[in-house]
């Protein structure tokens, strides 16, 4: 050390050159004075000592932000390494507690749902404070941090009255033994809000404008990484859903392979004539459980239940055999009606585990096929086939006597039924034959074939919906089209040969039409219906179409007729119409309004208007033949 004779500004830069403690810069100062230095050397030692002070804290300052910048990049090294939400919270928090030298800090999340800030992270010593805690939106720092969108911090929270407190949030802080506290902002990048973050001291401490932009600094770098995360994290729970999806979609396509090939299982033993124990042991072992069948009449058990599987309950009437039902009844048992032409009782399945949705399907084909291999037992194949020959042949006597044999086999032909022809795209194989057997024993039918189609009578009221069931069991079982024409409702048996001329007429206008693999009925070929009924309803038809402006016409004395003739005539021109009829094409416009509202929008659509065509012209030669009959 020099002597204080020698001091100068120079003895200064020695000291900041040693990194000398802050105490040794008003040293030389006191030496001076002591050794009697001139006023002159005093006050430049001051200046000096001053200046180095300056400089000294300049150099402190920017150690500081060396060591604040490094603090950040380690954060952001390990935000990269962060593979899931959780993780890059927990290095959030840490972080920003050691950051700024801090006891606790916490991080709260918007929850889209209720729009709130819910604590999902804190690092340090908590007590009162619990993950999942609601952060109220009407007071604390975060209000103030959010409207400011910058951090906003107090000495001591509870004794600051310049806080809008919250009673929720207060208690948490008197927990928490919290002093001093420090609310930061976190935004998305499009500058919705994403949360908040909190640190906090249990002593009381004043923050300096170098902390607060530290703060803010940490929050701008944090925020990023926090909604990457969260949006990877939605993107993760999306693939998962997707997989969920697949899963199920798989599942699904092995139970409709396990339907498809337990029906064809069923379908082999029922055409195999296999015997009651047999089926219901293949049923168990397609369900993984114990089966047997009470008969409804006799309430005797066939199946598991004989072999001593446990007692079986008691066979319900009414109710208990409603079509193609399937129940659970406890105790790990599930029941399905047998139905088919009658109620012949129910099959029961006893198993550990309950039935899956795409079990339950299976359940109910083992029991319809119960129901055709019971109704198979009843009649020869041959022989219901030769019934409904009978019935079409219409002979004097026989068929009365198909009628009775048709009673015994629970078919009452004095309710509708529908005579349905089906003709496949190669001709009649065994593989058909044997469909169309098990389809009508199903349905509770007759069936049989002529030639390269096959004949149903099903029971039923709307053609249309009958054929459709045909071409949809058809493609079921066999994977192919089939052209179906189906005529009906019918609920006399003499009326079956009339049927079946109707229904194969269908059938060979839609080959005619190029429409095969189709299924239709009369009723939806539009007014080839006529041309196709054994009696010529041309009165029927002419109601059926233009029926409503006819009425409207008489009761009213209008010429809707007429205006719609000369539309048509016009090809579509109200001005023209106009024209011949001699009134505006307002009036003309007006009166199609009409029209429209009496016959609906069809009339205007080609297939439609075809008919109201027909209809009219039908309509008018019919009038000119009536004139000049008349004296």
């Avoid at 030692?45 to 180095?52: I, K, Q």
């Avoid at 804290?57 to 604040?68: C, G, M, P």
């Avoid at 194969?504 to 005619?512: H, M």
């Amino acid at each position: 050390m020099r002597e204080p004779t020698d001091l100068d500004a120079s003895t200064y830069l020695e000291l900041l050159a040693s990194e000398a403690a802050p105490s040794a810069f008003s040293r030389p100062v006191a030496a001076a004075r002591a050794a009697g230095a001139p006023d002159e050397t005093v006050a430049s030692l001051r200046r000096a000592e001053r200046l180095a002070e300056d400089v000294r804290s300049l150099f402190e300052k920017r150690r500081r932000r060396t060591a604040d910048l490094s603090v950040l990049l380690d954060t952001a090294r390990d935000l990269l390494g962060a593979d899931d939400v959780e993780t890059v919270l927990r290095v959030v928090t840490r972080r920003m507690r050691t950051l700024l030298s801090l006891d606790m800090s916490y991080i709260g999340l918007r929850d889209p749902a209720s729009g709130g800030n819910v604590v999902r992270a804190a690092d340090g010593h908590t007590s009162g404070l619990t993950l999942g805690f609601r952060i109220p939106d009407d007071g604390g720092l975060g209000a103030s941090a959010s409207s400011h969108d910058a951090p906003f911090s107090t000495a001591d929270y509870l004794a600051d009255p310049d806080i809008r407190h919250s009673p929720d949030i207060d208690r948490v802080v008197q927990a928490e033994g919290l002093r001093a506290v420090i609310a930061v902002p976190l935004r998305h990048p499009d500058g919705s809000s994403l949360g908040l973050l909190y640190a906090g001291s249990r002593e009381v401490r004043h923050f300096g404008s170098d902390e607060n932009a530290l703060a803010g600094e940490f929050g701008q770098l944090v925020a990023g990484a926090i909604g990457k995360s969260l949006k990877l994290q939605q993107i993760q729970a999306e693939v998962d859903e997707l997989r969920a999806d697949v899963r199920r979609a798989e599942d699904e396509r092995e139970g409709v392979w396990r339907l498809r090939d337990s029906q064809r299982t069923l379908l082999e033993l029922v055409l195999a004539k296999a015997d009651i124990e047999r089926f219901l042991a293949l049923v168990g072992q397609l369900l993984g459980g114990t089966v047997w069948f009470e008969d409804r009449a006799s309430g005797e058990s066939s199946g598991a239940a004989r072999q001593g599987a446990g007692p079986a309950p008691a066979v319900p009437t009414g109710d208990g055999y409603k079509d193609e039902a399937v129940a659970e009844e406890g105790d790990g048992r599930w029941v399905c009606a047998v139905r088919g032409a009658v109620e012949y009782g129910r099959l029961l399945l006893s198993r550990k585990d309950p039935l899956t949705d795409l079990e339950i399907p299976v359940l109910r084909s083992c029991a319809q096929a119960l129901a055709v291999l019971l109704q198979s037992q009843a009649a020869d194949p041959e022989q219901r086939d030769h019934f409904l020959d009978a019935l079409l042949a219409a002979q004097p006597g026989v068929t009365q006597l198909a009628m009775k044999r048709t009673q015994s086999l629970g078919i009452d032909l004095r309710r509708p039924h529908v005579v349905a022809v089906a003709r496949p795209e190669g001709g009649l194989t065994d593989q058909d034959l044997a469909w169309a057997t098990v389809h009508a024993r199903v349905e509770g039918g007759l069936k049989s074939h002529r030639g390269d189609h096959v004949v149903l009578l099903l029971p039923g009221a709307d053609p249309s919906a009958v054929a459709q069931s045909v071409a949809d069991s058809y493609l079921s079982a066999t994977g192919q089209v089939i052209t179906v024409g189906a005529a009906g409702p019918g609920t006399d048996p003499a009326a079956s040969p009339g049927l079946y001329k109707q229904a194969i007429r269908c059938l060979d206008t839609l080959t005619v039409l190029g429409a095969t693999g189709r299924a239709a009925s009369p009723k939806d070929l539009g007014f080839l219906e006529l041309l196709l009924a054994d009696e010529r309803d041309v009165e029927g038809f002419i109601g059926s179409v233009i029926g409503p402006l006819l009425e409207y016409d008489g009761r009213r004395s209008a010429d809707l007729v007429t205006t719609l003739e000369a539309y048509y005539a016009a090809n579509g021109s109200p001005t023209r119409a106009g024209e011949h009829l001699f009134v505006h094409a307002n009036t003309v416009a007006r009166r199609l309004e009409r029209i429209g509202e009496l016959l609906g929008e069809r009339w205007q659509e080609p297939a439609g208007a075809l008919e109201v065509q027909l209809a009219l012209r039908l309509h008018r030669v019919r009038e000119s033949l009536g004139t000049a009959d008349t004296p």
